[in-house]
């Protein structure tokens, strides 16, 4: 009987799934809307992604744990690519896996000489169509990733996140008549609703490399 109950109460295996959540978790504090959406989409409630989020966290402390990209093999399977990529004067890898709730994204690991991780987060899929980025009301939460905002907005300026897994980017855009202004907020999903003068600084922050809100003005 004891072993009956003990293979009931044992949690799930960590898989893609629960991975997922993982990504929701930290998204959660910038646009819980979107992701109590996500969390429907997926059939869970959010106690199951607070549970994800604490063996996530519990095995990136734990005292023996795996690389990182270990991990992520043992958590999302074998990459769906792994591409050679060049990083100045260094060759990588870019070990890359599909994600469900976003048919059009890739989670990516880039991987330095040695096995050591880079960088980690959401990128667009080979071939699938980005977002046309013009103006500030262009930019709307989980639309679009790191690289596709500091390209259209280049010279776009790094800057350190506020917490891991989070990136902040400093650019200048035209705004739009009827774009809306983040320093407002009015609709709660970090986009725009006046008018815009041209060539207005903006801060756009991240989270695992999708965009989760716009705040005009300078860093």
Known sequence: MSSTRDAAAAPPPFGPLQFQLVLLRRMADHQPGLVEDALRELGVERP????????????????????????????????????????????????????????DLRFEVLTAPGGGVWNEWLVRAPGAPGPTL???????????????????????????????????LAFTAPGAAGAVDATRAVDGMGAVDAPDAPGRPYVAEFTWGLLQRVTAGAA
């Open 134 to 168: 013009r103006t500030a009301a262009d930019l709307r939460p989980w639309t679009c990733t790191v690289d596709e905002v500091a390209r259209a907005f280049a010279p776009a300026r790094p800057m350190e996140g506020t917490a891991p897994t989070r990136f902040r």
């Open 48 to 103: 199951e992604m607070r549970e994800a989020n604490r063996r996530w966290q519990a095995m990136l402390h734990a005292p023996r744990r795996r690389g990182a990209q270990a991990r992520y093999r043992s958590v999302l399977g074998p990459p769906e690519s792994v591409t050679g990529r060049r990083v100045g004067d260094l060759s990588c890898e870019a070990l890359s896996w599909p994600v469900p709730l976003w048919p």
